[in-house]
């Protein structure tokens, strides 16, 4: 699969995070290699919080309005699964699929009031039967999965960390997602304690791209940070306008 050989590159693999057929079309214009979904940016379009307060089906729609504008190997945040049943969330990479998506992410946390963590072994177990029926259909798919230690803070992050990195490669992750994650020690560590491709996220204190390339990071991904940053600037130029009581400023 080509877009499972991305994350084997000598450079990390920069996933250019969309939202919709523009964003998707300015990546491409940049020449980025992969495409990745942020369900984060998608709900805030659509009036909801992240975690599954949309509906599926409304995710999907944005899947098939971006994928059908682009070439580009598109990977989708599919969250938790939408879903807590392993057939409904291979139902749903599925119909993914059969949009053109390569890749999902699924992240090991729900939203219910608060985010909170699965447990471990349960989350395995379900990851386990996700990947089996999948074989089984031949659905070919990188599931990249998210664990979301470093953003609920855990005791003893790090090997808390690298226990369910070991379940979820056993249960046939292709990949591995730990977003919060910084400092240069806690990444090396991480990176080293598999043989699965590690992805990082953009965060204030993430070092630069070529110290994650010699910490052997092979996916780096910009969440919702450029969307928010996208609409932090219009709330500034519109507020310019408001000043100036003119456009000028716009051109």
């Known amino acids: ?11 990390p693999l920069l996933i250019g995070n969309v939202w919709d057929v523009p964003s998707t079309k300015t990546a491409e214009k940049l020449k980025f290699q992969a495409i990745g979904t942020s369900s984060s ?6 009036g909801y919080n992240d975690g599954e307060e949309m509906e599926f089906s409304e995710l999907e729609y944005f899947v098939e309005r971006i994928a059908t504008n682009t070439n580009l190997p598109l990977s989708v945040d ?27 992410n699924i992240e ?3 939203v219910n009031e608060k985010r909170i963590l699965l447990n471990a072994n349960d989350f395995a177990k379900t990851l386990k039967e996700i990947k089996r029926e999948l ?27 690298k226990k369910r990195i070991q379940l979820y490669q056993n249960a046939g992750a292709n990949g591995i997602f ?31 791209f ?16 450029l969307f928010d940053k996208m609409y932090d600037k219009f709330e500034e130029t519109t507020k310019t306008v408001l000043n100036q009581n003119s ?3 716009i051109f």
């Open 1 to 11: 699969m080509k877009f499972k050989n991305l994350h084997i590159q000598d450079k």
């Open 41 to 46: 940016a998608i709900a805030s379009i659509l």
């Open 247 to 249: 456009f000028k400023s």
């Open 108 to 110: 090991d946390s729900i």
């Open 135 to 161: 074989e089984k259909e031949n659905a070919d798919v990188f599931i990249n999965v998210r664990t979301d230690t470093f953003i609920l803070l855990q005791k003893n992050v790090i090997e808390e960390t």
């Open 210 to 225: 070529e110290t994650l390339t010699k910490l052997g990071v092979k996916r780096i991904s910009m969440g919702n940070f």
């Open 78 to 104: 599919l969250e938790s699964g939408y879903s807590c049943k392993p057939k409904e969330i291979v139902n749903h990479i599925k119909r993914l699929v059969e949009l053109g998506v390569v890749g999902i």
């Open 178 to 208: 730990v977003p919060c994650i910084e400092k240069e020690n806690d990444i090396k560590t991480i990176v080293d304690s598999t043989n699965l491709p590690i992805n990082v996220m953009c965060m204030p204190n993430l070092p630069n």
